[in-house]
């Protein structure tokens, strides 16, 4: 089956600095990216839509200079936490959706990055 | 290598019920979720099992048994609205989610 995999698995961070999480798609291309949150046994938050080489779709509420988003390949989506604070702390987990598979409503998760800001 | 394996579709009849297999292979084991999604929507949260046993939540429960790495999401007094697929996931000993395909559940009247 397709594979997604996210980049860092898990990060640390002080208060005020920015990280960039990586999600890739290792066997197919991905035209859509999502962007999930997700709090401890509650529903994945979505966050964005990213599409290769436009701009991203930003849900209500989600602060798009907060949470940059760039989907520069048909393989990359990158989430930038800038100027990161405890609140900010989460499951951050990406999907990927092949749109050439024909598979309109399938999405293919990535095994999410645990941030901690201090 | 970590594996999760679930039913790629599963046809039902509104009002019976319906059992979605899952199976997995993982490094570790720090709970299964099973979540619902409905097609262009994010999925939605309905168990964790981390114990061995049944877990009921209204018309859903969901059992596990860590010894056979086999989770179970039981459906009951089908609606259409539960037309969606179900995805089971696995949070290894790293805290990494794996993830199966997902099962399709189509309803019929």
């Known amino acids: 089956g397709a594979v997604v995999s996210q980049h860092p698995s898990r990060v640390i961070c002080k208060s005020g600095t920015s990280v960039k999480i990586e999600c890739r798609s290792l066997?197919?291309?991905?035209?859509?990216m999502f962007w999930y949150r997700q709090f401890p046994k509650q529903s994945l938050m979505l966050m964005a839509t990213?599409?290769?080489?436009?701009?991203?779709?930003?849900e209500q509420g989600v602060e798009k200079d907060k949470f940059l988003i760039n989907h520069a390949s048909l393989t990359l989506s990158t989430l930038t936490v800038t100027s990161a604070h405890p609140e900010d702390s989460s499951f951050y987990i990406c999907?990927?959706?092949?749109?050439?598979?024909?598979?309109?409503?399938?999405?293919?998760f990535g095994p999410g990055t645990r941030l901690t800001v201090l | 290598g970590q594996n999760i394996d679930q039913p790629t579709e599963m046809t039902a009849t509104e009002g019976a019920i319906v059992q979605i297999n899952c199976t997995y292979q993982?490094?570790?084991?720090?709970?299964l979720f099973w979540y619902q999604q409905h097609a262009g929507e994010a999925p939605t949260f309905l168990s964790y099992n981390v114990l061995d046993g049944l877990e009921e939540k209204g018309r859903f429960s969901s059992f596990l048994s860590r010894s056979k790495g086999y989770s179970y999401l039981l459906l009951k007094e089908l609606q259409m609205k539960d037309s969606a697929s179900y995805l089971c996931?696995?949070?290894?000993?790293?805290?990494?989610?794996?993830w199966g395909a997902g099962t399709k559940l189509i309803i019929k009247p």
């Open positions: 990213s599409n290769e080489g436009s701009k991203a779709t930003y």
């Open positions: 996931a696995v949070m290894d000993s790293n805290y990494q989610l794996i």
């Open positions: 066997d197919f291309q991905a035209t859509t």
């Open positions: 993982t490094s570790g084991f720090n709970g």
């Open positions: 999907s990927a959706r092949d749109w050439d598979a024909g598979e309109t409503d399938t999405q293919y």
